[in-house]
């Protein structure tokens, strides 16, 4: 049995999306991260940096349970356990780059860019610039690779479209003003919606929507998600 720490942001919706994907089975532990559960003691065994998704598998290498945290890793565990999603022997370099790049690359700079446009308490055009231009870059590296390509790795869809997904779900946050912000990038506009239109992505959606989150971005909520900025 899995169980999936999860809270309705783009890391854990790639989890979300393998595990509807696959069927294994899986229970929900909802962190409410603007209540800042992220931060207790419990759920700091199960992933010491404070962040979702992280998962525990009760039945992990040699029938022990293991946990695993950080969305790629435990892509890369839960596909090299299922056997599914990996792409073929050769595809293992791509995989593993593309991989990389959406964790290190897109991922972070896709985050900051929501956290200087939306959430900072002041607007720096420095930091706007700096992040949404970067964000916009990694939209174009994968747009052209998809130019020549139906998904990631070629005809196979896989891990590495999942985890772009979670993040690609979330343009309008990313890159906002404008109503379409995928139409600039037109390869991978059809991409995300083949990828978007799979039954396991529709179900991925609603997963966690039976539980009722924290909402209001307040004071909880802001000492929760950046205590850094209330450090005397
Ligand atoms: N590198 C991590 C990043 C995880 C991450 O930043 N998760 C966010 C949700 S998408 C989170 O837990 N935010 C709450 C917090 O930072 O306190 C991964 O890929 O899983």
Request: charged fraction near 25%.
């Amino acid at each position: 049995m899995i169980h999936f720490y999860f809270h309705p942001t783009p890391n854990p919706a790639k989890i979300a999306l393998f595990l509807e994907e696959t069927g294994l089975a899986y229970e929900l532990r909802p962190v409410d991260t603007k209540k800042g559960h992220q931060h207790l003691e419990d759920f700091r065994r199960v992933n010491p940096n404070g962040k979702v998704p992280a998962i525990i598998d009760t039945d992990g290498p040699e029938g022990k349970e293991v946990r695993v945290f950080d969305s790629s890793a435990i892509l890369l565990y839960l596909a090299e356990k299922t056997g599914k999603f990996l792409g073929g022997a050769s595809d293992r370099p791509e995989m593993l780059s593309w991989l990389f790049f959406i964790s290190s690359g897109l991922g972070p700079f896709s985050g900051q860019s929501v956290h200087f446009q939306h959430a900072a308490p002041e607007k720096l055009p420095y930091a706007i610039n700096r992040f949404r231009s970067e964000a916009e870059r990694h939209y174009r590296v994968l747009d052209e690779h998809l130019q020549t390509r139906h998904y990631m790795l070629g005809d196979d869809y896989s891990i590495v479209d999942m985890s772009l997904w979670g993040w690609v779900a979330r343009v309008t946050f990313v890159l906002p003003g404008s109503d379409d912000p995928l139409a600039q990038f037109p390869n991978l506009k059809r991409w995300f919606s083949a990828v978007d239109a799979r039954p396991a992505a529709v179900r991925a959606r609603s997963v966690g929507t039976d539980h009722t989150f924290k909402q209001e971005m307040d004071e909880e909520a802001r000492r929760a998600l950046f205590p850094s900025n209330y450090r005397s």
